[in-house]
């Protein structure tokens, strides 16, 4: 079944407690991406990886960093996580090397941190 | 600055009443138009992609339309099964980045 497999998909921690989140896709797609999501500013993108060794800041990069070392993983961490990054993320890949096409999403991980 | 409004923020809707959700944007150039759905606890699941100004989509009851300025995902009869979030999102010419509405709540009682 194609898809995107994140994990965890939830997840307690504390202030700067290093976290990653990983992203794996089955599809072979070259464009992936991490959204957060959050009430009243809807989804704004993170970071995101035209292809393998490849990756450009969205809208929202700060307090975030991303690798892309294989074409299936995009791992999303988080350094020094903060309260202000409790939120519900996202990745999504996509067939070409550009987000004009469809995007497929994962199920999300829901990042609580205290 | 690209920018995507979406209204209502939130619809309720009987069983089989249509109604028509609306999407306005400001984009330097459009590349591109989404409208994903979105059922609780779930990623975005995407519909339709619509390029340029008087093209139309359709996908059973929903019909996605747009204009210059702005898009419209029609909804024919509805069933209590089409209640979930609806998000639309514009791509910029030149830019790999997606800008997402706040998305219309819609839900539909039998």
């Known amino acids: 079944e194609a898809q995107v497999t994140q994990n965890p998909r939830y997840l307690i921690t504390v202030t700067g407690k290093k976290l990653t989140v990983t992203c794996s896709q089955n599809m072979n797609h070259e464009y992936m991406s991490w959204y957060r999501q959050d009430p009243g500013l809807g989804l704004r993108q993170i970071y995101y990886?035209?292809?393998?060794?490849?990756?450009d800041k969205g809208d929202v990069p700060e307090g975030y960093k991303v690798s892309r070392k294989e074409k299936r993983n995009f791992p999303l961490i988080l350094e020094s996580p903060s309260p202000n990054q409790t939120s519900l993320y996202f990745c999504a890949s996509s067939p070409k090397g550009h987000p004009n096409q469809p995007q497929h999403f994962g199920d999300g991980t829901r990042l609580s941190i205290l | 600055e690209d920018q995507v409004t979406q209204s209502p923020e939130a619809l309720r809707l009987q069983e089989g009443e249509s109604s028509s959700l609306n999407c306005s944007y400001t984009v330097s150039g459009l590349r591109g138009l989404f409208w994903y759905r979105q059922d609780p606890g779930k990623g975005p699941e995407f519909l339709f992609t619509l390029y340029s100004a008087g093209e139309e989509k359709e996908k059973e009851r929903l019909k996605a339309t747009l204009t210059k300025k702005e898009s419209f995902l029609h909804i024919t009869a509805p069933k209590p099964e089409d209640s979930a979030t609806y998000l639309c999102?514009?791509?910029?010419?030149?830019?790999?980045?997606?800008?997402f509405g706040k998305g219309t709540m819609l839900l539909v009682s039998p």
């Open positions: 999102a514009v791509q910029a010419v030149g830019y790999s980045t997606l800008t």
């Open positions: 990886s035209m292809n393998v060794e490849v990756t």
